[in-house]
């Protein structure tokens, strides 16, 4: 698949999405291009940030940050992703 195209699919991913769910063990540039998109798109972001310092860029666009897939877990069992698109 062309770079181009790998993109425009992930872009209309996002749009068709009610949440995204943006998983960063480590810093990816992709990852971040994706979850700005979807924020000015009107989405809501949950960040599951598994690395010490993140840019402020990443967690003043998430409505939600959390730090292990534990906690993620955890969050959609009682209810967290129904409640955020309550909001």
């Known amino acids: 698949m062309l770079p181009r195209d790998f993109i425009e699919r992930d872009l ?6 009610d949440v995204l769910i943006a998983y ?3 810093l990816s540039a992709g990852t971040c291009m994706e979850l ?13 940030i598994e690395f010490e310092s993140p840019s402020p860029w990443i967690t003043l666009h998430s409505d939600v940050v959390l730090r ?4 993620l877990r955890s969050y959609v ?4 992703l129904e409640e955020l698109l309550r909001s």
């Open 12 to 17: 209309r991913d996002v749009e068709r999405c």
């Open 77 to 80: 069992e009682r209810g967290g």
């Open 24 to 26: 960063l063990p480590r």
């Open 36 to 48: 700005f998109y979807a924020k000015l798109k009107g989405k809501k972001v949950v960040s599951v």
């Open 68 to 71: 292990s897939l534990e906690e």
